[in-house]
């Protein structure tokens, strides 16, 4: 059983989290500078990515936190939303470990590499939550 301080910390930091890449990454492929020799496309979008590069670490903080009275148990003793935990669990270390490989990455192709990763394990991650998220009937 999580307490409140340990959902609170996950939704939100989660949250922060999504927020933050979503936007950084809008400004970043969507957005296009009038400015032909501007480096980035949005006066925000350094500090969108300092925001969510700060706030990753909190989220992955607070997963580890539920890890051991939530997550793990569940795990092990088969609990009503076992499936759509799985699929986010399986995909925490993918989604944390391409997040952190792509600030390090020297070579472009490596960095859109773990960039690639990192979208589809926070894509299918965000799936398996969000439907974790939602009760189930019956």
């Not at 996950?10 to 990454?25: H, V, Y």
């Amino acid at each position: 059983m999580m307490s409140r301080a340990q959902v609170a910390l996950l939704q939100l930091s989660l949250l922060a989290t999504t927020l933050t890449g979503l936007a950084f990454a809008w400004m970043k492929y969507f957005m296009k500078s009038d400015d032909p020799f501007a480096v980035v496309n949005h006066p925000w979008q350094p500090h969108l990515m300092t925001a969510h590069v700060l706030l990753g670490p909190v989220a992955v903080f607070a997963i580890g936190w539920v890890f051991g009275n939530h997550i793990w148990p569940a795990y092990r003793g088969g609990a009503p939303n076992r499936a759509s935990g799985i699929v986010s669990m399986l995909f925490i270390a993918p989604m944390t470990i391409s997040g952190y490989l792509m600030q390090v990455a020297v070579a472009d192709a490596t960095r859109k590499a773990f960039a690639i990763s990192h979208w589809v394990g926070v894509g299918l991650f965000a799936i398996g939550y969000i439907a974790h998220l939602i009760p189930r009937r019956g």
